[in-house]
């Protein structure tokens, strides 16, 4: 699953800005980041506009792409503190 973040608050990621480009690999779980479901609750819409594309066949990721790659995105999951730190326990 590849996703677009053209333009918007996206509620659905954190660390994600417009403009930028996820990839999220076959066999991978993922799934909405922690505190989202709560924050949704009693909303009638979003602020957001995004493109998902899924294919059949698999994706090749380029060379510029790893230039630029957001080498923590993976912690975007990891649930914070009231401190604000990852709660890695």
Known sequence: EVLY???GD???RKHVE????TLHPIGIPHGPHPGTVE????????????VM???FRPLWITEEAMDIEQKDYHKSWIE????GE???E
Not at 39 to 50: M, P, V, Y
Not at 80 to 83: D, L, R
């Open 10 to 12: 996206f509620m659905s």
């Open 18 to 21: 417009r403009g930028q480009i």
């Open 80 to 83: 914070e503190t009231k401190a």
């Open 53 to 55: 594309v899924d294919t």
């Open 5 to 7: 973040y053209v333009d």
């Open 86 to 88: 990852p709660d890695i």
């Open 39 to 50: 924050k949704s609750i009693g909303k009638r819409e979003t602020g957001e506009l995004a």
